[in-house]
């Protein structure tokens, strides 16, 4: 195979693969607004109120329902096991349950009243600063989505991936696999690979398998957009698990990575790519290197 220069290749990895939908899924911010609409719309008739305090008193008695929608207000999303939030001033602490199912039958609302007035809650509704609660929701909702940003980068270069694997005709379920582990593969296909698990004793999951007719691919992916000690960690590992797949006929490891994160961290990865065949980025797979390898 043609001896690659690693400079050039470092040279083409890209700052970003975010897509259109990475900034906010606004599939799923308007699906979390809409569930609790109805409530929002109750929440409504405390702005401007008058009197404030005894109409919130009044609307919780009534439509205890509401309760689970104020922290949200307050841009906190509560689990469904832990629907508590606890606060303390110069009068004491105190630990608020927002399950409105939980709810103590002899609960002081006064006590919801002082979380919504030190808050700043009430003033927000009373003094006009918003006119519409679901307007507003759909805001924090949009605040708090941006916070996931990082569990879908994650996936970006996984699916990216996935997408020229689909474009070199193979097939999910038939051809290639995702999330498999090392059990499963001996299990599916026969294949020992005692050499890359610690003769068994350590399990590891492979992002993508292919399969040929006469190859089986173990496939990682990952993109660093940034640096940190975890690329560091991720290429000595790789190397590693290169060095002992080259111990095994019928198994071939390949990694497709790529970010200027690597750039800080340009040594380590270039002692992997000085011992390692099936290593590339995104500029390789654009040139069609699904084709070449996978074979």
């Known amino acids: 195979m043609f001896k690659r220069n690693f400079d050039t290749w470092l040279d083409s990895f890209r700052n970003s693969i975010a897509t259109y939908g990475y900034y906010i899924d606004f599939e799923k911010v308007h ?51 832990d629907s508590k939030i606890y606060c303390q001033d110069e009068n004491g602490g105190y630990l608020y349950e927002f399950d409105n199912k ?38 924090v909702e949009t605040g708090l989505d941006s916070n996931g940003r990082k569990n879908r980068g994650g996936h970006l270069m996984e699916d990216l991936v996935e997408g020229f694997i689909q ?26 690979l005692s050499a890359i698990s610690n003769q068994g004793k350590m399990e590891k999951r492979f992002d993508f398998v292919v399969k040929t007719d006469v190859m089986i691919y173990g496939v990682e992916t990952n993109f660093y957009g940034s640096s940190g000690s975890k690329l560091n960690e991720t290429a000595r590992s790789y190397k590693t698990l290169a060095l002992e797949s080259d111990s095994i006929p019928d198994f071939t490891f390949v990694w497709f990575t ?31 290197i699904i084709n070449e390898v996978f074979k």
Request: hydrophobic fraction near 40%.
């Open 167 to 192: 474009q070199a005709g193979f097939v999910k379920g038939e051809t290639y696999f995702k999330e498999m582990y090392i059990h499963e593969i001996t299990d599916t296909w026969g294949v020992n």
């Open 258 to 288: 790529d970010g200027k994160g690597w750039t800080k961290a340009r040594h380590n990865l270039e002692e992997t790519f000085d011992v390692m065949e099936h290593i590339y980025n995104i500029a390789d797979l654009e040139n069609n």
């Open 102 to 139: 939980k709810l103590d039958p002899l609960i002081s609302f006064e006590q919801y009243s002082y979380f919504m007035e030190k808050t700043g809650l009430f003033d927000l509704l009373q003094n006009h600063v918003i006119h519409n609660l679901v307007d507003y929701v759909t805001g």
């Open 31 to 81: 699906h979390n607004v809409e569930a609790i609409k109805v409530e929002l719309n109750i929440l409504n008739a405390l702005i401007g109120s008058a009197n404030i305090k005894a109409d919130f008193e009044a609307l919780l008695k009534k439509y205890p329902e509401v309760l689970p929608c104020i922290p949200l207000l307050l841009a906190v999303r509560l689990k469904e096991k």
